[in-house]
């Protein structure tokens, strides 16, 4: 089996307190049963709007954010646990990359004990052997070593988050999740950095969990590709399937508004814009249930689910 | 390059931010026409002065920290010459403005009413009964559903989505003939930017205005404008019309710029990488191509002493010499 990470009904639910007693009444259902796997070597794509729980479904999974209930299984073992990460090595083997490069590094820390702190936490290497494995890392994101001594504030954004790139690879770890790592950027820098994470993917053999809201990248970055609204998965697919062949409107809406480098055909893209746009107003009902939650998801094939209440009347 | 009924006319403008009581320009020389009924937008990466072109159009800086030269002709008013209180009277009833993050653009203690209400109030007329009657048209022209309920409320309780088009109704709400938007969509989500874009556009078609669109999503421009002018370095190095820039991208910046978008069908190639980094507003080279360091297989005699725009055909200009001789490194140089 090549499974490195099994996500079984996953759910995390905010409670939300109020009144006098500040009890709790009800719930946010941030992320509301929600099942998948992450194979090895591959590039997954978690995209949706802001609040579909895109984000928190990646801090579950490395360990950031309580789970209320389901399975987190990392090589068949549960992980849901504290206790149960310690013991094989999980928070070794699974890292983050932030969004905000600038606050995810500390201020007042070179960039030398920036990246080797991970090291130092799972490894005992000497002084030097440490200087040298950094000095490595650097290397893989092309930044020069004269780097090792300066502080985060003294590089522009796009080497900020390269230098976040370096720390989360610090451990040879088998599973990054990286949550919308090139939104800040501008558009030359966040090639560089796609680059960069196309590259040690392929010298290191590791699993991404892309989260993004931006189609484009993760078209680009990404095997399967998983859209997810209110806390629910709608569409799971191979890369071709979601982009050729979409089947639930919320996808086909949210691929509509991407805008397209396209000039001469601008006006008809417009329209099948607010026609998509139309169909998702009018079709609520067929694609929602009466709570206005998703569906579960029915499966059309090997790789590719969807959300529908019946799938056969779809006529697929 | 000025063009007759132009809406607003900007020549040689300079805007300089002291450090260290030496100035430095973050926009650089630029000259721009703005036609009635038109989308002219602005492209560039963070740093390149597109923002600062804006906030200096609007007359937001600080006189004592900044120098401004040139001239910002609106109906034969040069807008770098007036003082507070006449500008007071351009801005919002002759050029509107749409910021970038709506939530700091709104005053978080007053009601979307009174927020929108202020330059009416300011600038018209208008009895307050006329004035709220006003409001709840702004609102619904901008398509927010409910406006009575929503004029009583205040930002916070309002989506990212709502906020923006608040924004835009106060922007609109004198009509005035130009509109400066600010990176209008960045913040939002690709679903709620085509509905603010549908929106802009829309409002545009009714009432003619001008509009100045800043962004650094190409994809937006493409959608949207009739006219794009590539900014780096605090000047215009390409300005063409949409159609001519996105087939026909002449300047080495425009190139690879649009080269470093992930492809339809590209996924085992590299991206493209533009080398090195835009240098900071204090180290920036005054003199030669400024593009220059970041294309260095490119012989130094291919570019201009002191590069100009040139014309390459009708309307389409292009700053410096390289272009003719630009080729990206993995290319083959033509002879």
């Known amino acids: 089996m090549t499974e490195l990470i099994q996500i079984k009904d996953l759910k995390v639910h905010y409670p939300i307190r109020s009144g006098f007693f500040n009890r709790v009444t009800d719930y946010v259902y941030a992320v509301d049963g929600v099942n998948f796997t992450i194979e090895k070597g591959k590039t997954y794509g978690l995209v949706g709007e802001s609040g579909s729980g895109k984000s928190t479904i990646g801090k579950a999974i490395v360990g950031l954010e309580k789970t209320t209930s389901g399975q987190i299984l990392y090589d068949g073992k549960d992980v849901t646990k504290r206790s149960a990460r310690h013991a094989i090595g999980y928070n070794k083997d699974v890292q983050m990359i932030f969004q905000d490069a600038m606050s995810s590094l500390n201020p007042k820390k070179r960039v030398i004990d920036i990246i080797a702190e991970p090291i130092r936490n799972f490894e005992r290497l000497s002084d030097q052997e440490e200087k040298k494995k950094v000095k490595s890392l650097l290397d893989i994101v092309g930044m020069p070593e004269d780097a090792l001594y300066k502080y985060p504030h003294e590089f522009s954004g796009g080497q900020r988050q390269r230098l976040g790139v370096a720390r989360a690879v610090a451990t040879n ?30 010298e290191y053999g590791l699993s991404y969990l892309f989260i993004s809201h931006d189609l484009g990248v993760v078209k680009y970055m990404c095997d399967t590709i998983a859209i997810m609204t209110k806390g629910r998965f709608v569409e799971i697919g191979t890369r071709e399937e979601i982009y050729t062949n979409p089947q639930h409107i919320y996808t086909k809406r949210l691929l509509s508004a991407i805008p397209k480098i396209d000039v001469a055909h601008r006006k008809e893209h417009m329209e099948t814009r607010r026609k998509v746009d139309q169909e998702y107003h009018t079709l609520q009902k067929e694609y929602y249930d009466e709570a206005g939650r998703v569906y579960d998801l029915q499966t059309l094939n090997a790789t590719h689910q969807v959300a529908l209440r019946n799938v056969e009347s779809e006529g697929v | ?111 979307i009413e009174d927020q929108i209400a202020e330059s009416l109030s300011y600038h018209t007329s208008l009895t307050k009964a006329q004035q709220e009657q006003r409001v709840l048209e702004l609102l619904d022209q901008v398509g927010i559903p409910n406006p009575k309920r929503v004029a009583k409320q205040y930002p916070h309780e309002l989506s990212g989505g709502m906020r923006q088009r608040v924004i835009i109704a106060i922007a609109i709400s004198c009509k005035p003939p ?10 939002l989500d690709v679903t709620i930017q085509a509905q603010i874009l549908d929106l802009l556009k829309n409002l545009q078609e009714e009432t003619e205005a001008g509009i100045i669109l800043i962004t650094h999503d190409l994809g937006v421009v493409a959608e949207m404008a009739d006219r794009v002018a590539v900014m780096y370095a605090g ?41 090195g980094t835009v240098p900071s507003l204090k180290n920036l080279p005054r003199t030669g191509c400024r593009f220059a360091p970041r294309i260095p297989w490119i012989a130094a005699e291919e570019h201009e002493e002191n590069p100009e725009l040139h014309e390459v055909s009708p309307d389409h200009w292009v700053r410096c010499t390289c272009y003719k001789h630009f080729h990206f490194r993995d290319e083959e140089g033509e002879a």
């Open chain 2, 235 to 275: 000047q215009i190095v390409e300005q063409a019309t949409v159609e001519e820039l996105f087939t026909n991208p002449q300047h080495p910046y425009t190139r690879s710029l649009l080269n470093s978008i992930p492809r339809e069908d590209e996924f085992e190639q590299e991206l493209h990488v533009i080398e």
């Open chain 2, 178 to 187: 130009i509109i400066i938007a600010d990176e209008p969509t960045t913040a």
């Open chain 1, 173 to 202: 770890p088998k599973l990054i999740v990286a949550d919308e790592p090139v939104s800040a950027l501008d558009l030359s820098v966040q090639a560089q950095v796609l680059n960069f994470m196309k590259r040690i993917q392929e």
């Open chain 2, 1 to 111: 390059m000025s063009a007759k009924g132009s809406l607003l006319e900007i020549n040689n403008l300079n805007t300089g931010f002291r450090i260290k009581d030496e100035y430095y320009n973050a926009v650089d020389n630029v000259s721009l026409t703005l036609a009635k009924n038109e989308i002219l937008a602005i492209v560039g990466e963070s740093g390149c002065g597109k923002s600062t072109l804006a906030t200096t159009i609007m007359g937001l800086h600080n006189a004592q920290n900044t120098r401004i030269e040139g001239e910002i002709f609106y109906k034969d008013l040069d807008l770098t010459k007036l003082n507070e209180v006449l500008y007071n009277k351009i801005r919002g009833n002759d050029i509107g403005m749409i910021f970038q993050d709506p939530l700091s653009a709104l005053n978080p203690l007053m009601r």
